[in-house]
């Protein structure tokens, strides 16, 4: 069981380039989540989606678009990357325990704007 | 989102017990108290969640208090793997995937 699974792991970009991020997750989940991480601060929000052709605006979304066009992935894109983006950026997915909404992560893909 | 209160850090022992406090004055009735820990270079793992009662599983503990205006996390004989950010969060019972707001946490060092 492979959980939820980021490509790539690491990724080095220039001013203004694009690319996408990919979450896969094995475990039926129906929402999924992206987040970002800045070096000593706490995990922010940037998109989730609660079911497949769904997607919402977190805490800072601006500067990424995501897609969820098949259930079990999770796609974050970057049009125009700026120094800014550089961060770790981690994906989860979560389902329904004991009452409750729980999250499992992903490793983490580390991301470096030039 | 009802905020949470955590201490920057905390320092303990191999093999003794820790207690991580979280205070959350403003919790509401349909807010459970969730739990994530996050280990060096690794993405946040689920530790523990509760509502109302105590709760053990087989990572930890969680001792809320009656008014649940503050809760504990007890890890019972920590080990040098438990060195990690200890995240305590609220989130509403209602259904649906309610976005999980990550504050600064509290990182805990395990001395051997």
């Known amino acids: 069981n492979a959980g939820v699974t980021q490509t790539p792991k690491f990724r080095v970009l220039k001013t203004g380039q694009s690319m996408t991020l990919l979450c896969a997750q094995d475990?039926?989940?129906?929402?999924m989540y992206w987040y970002r991480q800045d070096p000593g601060m706490g995990l922010r929000l940037i998109h989730y989606s609660v079911g497949e052709g769904t997607t919402a605006k977190g805490e800072v979304p601006d500067g990424y678009n995501v897609s969820r066009l098949k259930k079990q992935n999770f796609l974050l894109g970057l049009e125009s990357a700026a120094p800014s983006q550089t961060s770790v950026y981690f994906c989860?997915?979560?389902?329904?325990?004991?009452?409750?909404?729980?999250?499992?992560f992903g490793a983490g893909s580390r991301l470096t704007v030039l | 989102d009802a905020k949470t209160t955590q201490p920057n850090s905390m320092e303990s022992n191999e093999e003794e017990p820790v207690h991580l406090p979280c205070n959350h004055s403003?919790?509401?009735?349909?807010?459970?108290i969730h739990w994530y820990r996050q280990l060096p270079s690794q993405g946040p793992e689920y530790v523990i969640h509760?509502?109302?009662s105590n709760v053990n599983n087989r990572m930890a503990s969680l001792a809320i208090a009656e008014d649940r205006k503050s809760s504990t996390l007890i890890l019972h004989r920590a080990t040098l793997r438990d060195a990690a950010v200890y995240y305590c969060i609220l989130r509403p019972i209602i259904q649906g995937a309610q976005k999980l707001v990550f504050g600064q946490g509290t990182r805990l060092t395990i001395n051997p």
């Open positions: 403003t919790i509401s009735g349909t807010d459970y």
């Open positions: 509760g509502l109302t």
């Open positions: 989860a997915s979560s389902t329904w325990r004991s009452g409750a909404n729980v999250l499992t």
């Open positions: 475990m039926n989940h129906e929402y």
